[in-house]
């Protein structure tokens, strides 16, 4: 299964990223060394939508706070970036694909990313990375 992850991304050309404490949704706890992962830097810190691909380094799970009752599992990963992105994909790409239920990649990052736009890693279908796969 491959995975996507939306987040601050400081330096978007940097070779190898740390994300820590990032919360999961959509499957994206289950991401492991080895997985690939699309890196897309969040336009809510300033970002330009997809940025890079990579391959998980290392993948460790937050231990859950005691004292909180509902709680987003978290995991903090390190990525080695493969390739970076020839054409832009971000939020105004996406944006128009509103229709959940259409079966197209564009509609489940649109869903995943975008209908709760909380930074976040979430695991994609396999039409969905090789669509991604296209922008590099």
Do not use: H
Not at 11 to 27: N, S
Not at 74 to 91: D, N, Q, Y
């Amino acid at each position: 299964m491959a995975f996507a992850i939306k987040a601050e991304v400081s330096d978007p050309r940097a070779k190898t990223l740390t994300f820590t404490a990032q919360k999961t949704m959509y499957g994206g706890k289950r991401i492991a060394p080895g997985d690939t992962l699309f890196v897309f830097a969040s336009e809510n810190e300033g970002g330009q939508g997809l940025i890079a691909r990579g391959v998980v380094t290392a993948a460790e799970a937050v231990a859950r706070k005691a004292d909180v009752e509902r709680q987003t599992p978290r995991v903090s990963i390190a990525v080695t970036c493969t390739a970076f992105a020839r054409r832009p994909l971000g939020r105004g790409e996406l944006k128009r694909f509103k229709d959940w239920d259409d079966g197209r990649p564009e509609s489940e990052l649109n869903f995943k990313f975008y209908r709760q736009a909380t930074n976040k890693i979430v695991g994609i279908s396999d039409e969905t990375a090789a669509f991604l796969d296209g922008f590099f």
